[in-house]
């Protein structure tokens, strides 16, 4: 695999064969969670195509002509031209291997699997999730001395990662940017001797007989599993949202907002995430411009008065976006005056999404019991309906979702299953 610059592309990627780009930035999770993937799949298929990295901020005049808007980016190109859609964001090891796959005939594809070999690992106690609840949950284990694995789709973190700073966790005075946080809580656990199997995907969770498979070449089996999966930002699921995610549509502001600097923004929602994200973003933007459904903001009172003190913010309440459009560059927003009904476009050069989130539970299909918001059911020691699995942080069915309530989770469970298996 070979790190490339925007001088470089033409020769290597448009007058090369198989190609594989991937645009990346630092600071950006989930390029850090790509990273590991890429270069497995690099040692895969590295003998049919070619792999190569561009450091987005150092090329961001290239970045910008192919129409990438996002970190990480990863584009598939034959012979200069792009032969599968270009995929953004939290990418899975499923989703490259898909579209390398359809580079290449299927004979050299199915001689690459053969190569792969099935295995079983065993262990006492899995978290499925690193976020603060699954971190707190595997430090408190390890020091038990209680042998666990972690695994996560993408790197440890969770959410904290991306969250621009925080300034209520106990323990520090000054506030502290969310990836330093979640970056000694990872450090912590795992030099604790938690082992981490991590940026893989995670799929076919038998929680009865407590098995989960990775990356479809490795099975876990556990004594007990803990759910740590957390929750996700909520989709608008309107027309145009799912084609322009990642080229126009962003969720997280630590990642994307840099790439707007001195451009127009809009910022959908009115909690507290949209409020503070959306003051975050005018560090950059020129103009925000937010579409609330109600005639007030949801966030706290602090916050409301700063957002609305902001001479570069401007609000259109009691409004919803219907559809998603792009021209060129611009991206379109067609919204609704909820009062009027009346239907109206506004235009931008990006778009953020904070409308709430919602919990990460379809691993699981319907084997948990949940509330009517799909939240996990557990007892106050985390223990779901099935025994031996437990649920903690914000997947939780509870009241208060925050980064002190998702470790006190991780630490109930973990103390619990340290009892039992003595
Ligand atoms: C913008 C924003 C700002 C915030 N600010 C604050 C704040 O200032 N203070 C505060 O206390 N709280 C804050 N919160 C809330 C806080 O981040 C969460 O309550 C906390 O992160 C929950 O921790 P968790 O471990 O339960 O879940 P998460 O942090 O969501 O972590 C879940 C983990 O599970 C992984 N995962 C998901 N699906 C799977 C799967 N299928 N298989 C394996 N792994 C999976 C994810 O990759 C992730 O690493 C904020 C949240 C947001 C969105």
């Given at each position: 695999m070979k790190e490339i610059t925007a001088a470089e592309f033409d020769q290597l990627v448009l007058q090369g064969n198989k190609v594989v780009v991937d645009f990346y930035s630092t600071e950006c999770p989930p390029c850090e969670a790509l990273a590991p993937k890429f270069e497995n799949m690099a040692e895969l298929y590295g003998e049919h195509i070619t792999f190569v990295k561009v450091y987005r901020q150092g090329n961001r005049e290239l970045a910008e002509q192919l129409g990438v808007k996002s970190s990480p980016t990863v584009l598939f190109f034959d012979?200069?031209?792009q032969v599968a859609d270009m995929i953004s964001g939290g990418i899975k090891k499923s989703e490259l291997v898909e579209r390398l796959d359809a580079m290449l005939p299927q004979e050299t594809v199915a001689n690459i699997k053969s190569k792969i070999t099935k295995h079983t690992t065993y262990c006492d106690a899995l978290i499925i999730g690193g976020g603060p609840a699954g971190l707190a949950a595997g430090l408190y284990l390890c020091?038990?001395?209680?042998?666990?694995?972690?695994?996560?789709?993408?790197?440890p973190g969770g959410q904290v990662s991306t969250t621009h700073q925080v300034s209520n966790y106990p323990g520090f005075v000054e506030p502290q940017p969310g990836y330093m946080l979640s970056h000694h809580m990872s450090e912590q656990t795992r030099l604790c001797g938690t082992q981490y199997k991590v940026a893989v995907d995670v799929a076919h969770v038998d929680l009865h007989n407590k098995t989960v498979e990775i990356d479809a070449f490795e099975t876990i089996q556990a004594k007990k599993i803990i759910i740590a999966t957390g929750a996700s930002p909520r989709p608008l699921g309107i027309p145009g949202?799912?084609?322009?995610?990642?080229?126009?549509?962003?969720?997280?502001?630590?990642?994307?907002?840099?790439?707007?600097?001195?451009?127009?923004?809009?910022?959908?929602g009115g909690g507290n995430s949209a409020v503070e994200e959306a003051d975050?973003?005018?560090k950059f933007a020129k103009k925000v411009t937010m579409i609330h459904q109600f005639a007030e903001f949801t966030a706290n009172k602090q916050a409301v008065e700063k957002i609305m003190a902001n001479p570069k913010v401007s609000v259109l309440f009691q409004s919803e976006p219907r559809a998603?459009?792009?021209q060129g560059d611009t991206m379109i927003v067609e919204y609704e005056n909820l009062q009027t009904k009346e239907r109206h476009t506004i235009s931008a050069d990006g778009i953020f999404v904070f409308i709430g989130m919602q919990p990460n539970t379809s691993l699981f299909g319907n084997q948990l019991?949940?509330?009517?918001?799909?939240?996990?059911?557990?007892?106050?020691?985390?223990?779901?309906?099935?025994?031996?699995?437990?649920?903690?942080?914000?997947?939780?069915?509870?009241?208060?979702?925050?980064?002190t309530t998702a470790v006190a989770d991780g630490t109930i469970a973990a103390i619990h299953i340290s009892k039992e298996l003595m």
């Open positions: 012979k200069g031209k020091q038990a001395k209680v042998n666990t694995i972690l695994v996560d789709i993408q790197l949202e799912k084609e322009f995610k990642g080229r126009g549509i962003s969720y997280c502001a630590t990642c994307d907002a840099k790439y707007f600097n001195d451009k127009d923004v809009i910022v959908i975050f973003i005018t998603f459009t792009k019991q949940t509330d009517n918001w799909n939240y996990i059911v557990t007892d106050e020691d985390m223990q779901t309906n099935i025994p031996g699995v437990y649920a903690i942080g914000d997947v939780r069915s509870k009241k208060y979702r925050q980064i």
